[in-house]
Structures are given as C-alpha cells and as structure tokens.
C-alpha cells in the first residue's frame, strides 16, 4: 500500500532554519516524483515545487524559486523541503504529494494521486 | 504561469440534488486535469484525472467533464458527506496551478 508519512508539527521563530519531510512506502521511491504543496491559514493550495527522485530533476514554481530548498535522500525514500530563514509568512500547512503518469494522450503527463497528511509549520517570535 | 479560475466560489446544495462545479484555465490544457477534494483538517483527495476519469475508489456520483480550457466536475446526487471545498488543477505544464477552490455547502 502507498503510503507518504510526513514528519511532525514544527513551532520556529523568525530567521530560524527548517527541514520537513516526507518518507515514502509501498512503492518504488526512485520512480515518482515527489510535489510539495503549501496551503496558508484558510487558503487554498499552492505547488511550491517537484523533485523526481530518480535523477534528482527539481523544479520550483517562481513564488517558491530561491525560498526554499527540495531534495531527497534515496537511501531512505525520503523527501525534504528546507528553509533556510522563515518567515512569520511561512506559516502554512505543507503537503507532499506523490505522482502517477496519465498516458491518455500518447504524451504522459503528471497527476498527484497520494497525499501525505501535512505537516503544519509555525514561525511566530 | 496558467491561471485557474473556478466558479462559483460557493456553492449551496440540497441533498439528493444535483451539484456542477465549473473550472476554466486560461490557456488550453488538454485534458491534463484533475480535481480534489479537501475536507477540512484532512489533505487533498485525487476525484478525477485526465479530465474525466474516476480516481480508484471514488463513487460513481462524481463525474468530470471538459478539454481545452473549460472544465466540470458534477455530483449527481449531493450526500452530506460531500461537504468540502474541490479544487481543480492543471499538469499540462509547470508550474501545475490549482483553481482557488469552491466550497460545496449543504443546504
């Protein structure tokens, strides 16, 4: 059974650094890419980038490009998001997500299909 | 970047009615979409992929319809437990975008 265990609630002050994971099982890690979502207080979601742990390809959405860091360690099927300075606007719930390919097209193409549970992250002084 | 945008923002059912949920990206997609569903404390839950196709184990009464730039996503029978907010999103190219949501609320 596919299953994303994402790591603990996490309260930082301003200026502190940060990494969240998320250890993937019942599947072979190296062969899905890995999302991480952000949802802020009563918002809506937002990808924040993507990383195929197969070969390492990362990818940010240009809000998160330069503000955090997505990585994987393969040898314990696992996914990270790091920051290195938060912010009291990084206070958000983050989600991974793991991604299944949808051929229909000829072309395969990328959708989310197992979700982590999210890890809520506090930066508060 | 493609923006989603769905409508309406809220959205007010009886149980047993029909329910239709419109999403529109502003450049064509394909049919390179899917929609969730989140309840509240609970992540996103995968309905329907490639536009229209049923995620495993959801029920036959969510539907998914549309190609190119307009998409939606229909319950053909509002059950209580429907109560949630669905997003749409787009994986026709990066970054993916999600739609802002519409919150289905029972009436």
């Known amino acids: 059974e596919v299953h994303l265990e994402q790591s603990g609630a996490e309260v930082k002050k301003p200026g502190e650094s940060l990494k969240i994971s998320c250890k993937g099982s019942?599947?072979?890690?190296?062969?899905?890419?890995i999302g991480w979502v952000r949802q802020m207080p009563g918002k809506g979601l937002e990808w924040m980038g993507i990383?195929?742990?197969?070969?390492?390809?990362?990818r940010y959405s240009p809000a998160f490009q330069g503000q955090v860091t997505i990585s994987v360690d393969t040898s314990i099927s696992t996914a990270y998001v790091q920051w290195s300075s938060l912010k009291a606007s990084d206070t958000a719930k983050y989600y991974c997500?793991?991604?299944?390919?949808?051929?229909?097209?000829?072309?395969?193409?990328?959708?989310?299909?197992?979700w982590g549970q999210g890890t809520l992250v506090t930066v508060s002084s | 970047e493609i923006v989603m945008t769905q409508s309406p923002a809220t959205l007010s059912v009886s149980p047993g009615e029909r329910a239709t949920l419109s999403c529109r990206a502003s450049?064509?997609?394909?049919?390179?979409l899917a929609w969730y569903q989140q309840k509240p404390g609970q992540p996103p839950r995968l309905l329907i992929y490639?536009?229209?196709t049923r995620a495993t184990g959801i029920p036959a009464r969510f539907s998914g319809s549309g190609s190119a730039t307009e998409f939606a996503l229909t319950i053909s029978s509002l059950q209580s437990e429907d109560l949630a907010v669905y997003y749409c999103?787009?994986?026709?190219?990066?970054?993916?975008?999600f739609g802002q949501g519409t919150k289905l609320e029972i009436k």
């Open positions: 019942g599947y072979s890690f190296t062969s899905h890419w």
């Open positions: 990383i195929y742990p197969g070969g390492s390809d990362t």
């Open positions: 999103q787009q994986y026709n190219s990066w970054p993916y975008t």
């Open positions: 997500a793991r991604h299944s390919p949808d051929c229909s097209s000829g072309i395969c193409f990328p959708y989310f299909d197992y």
């Open positions: 490639g536009a229209s």
């Open positions: 450049q064509t997609i394909s049919s390179n």
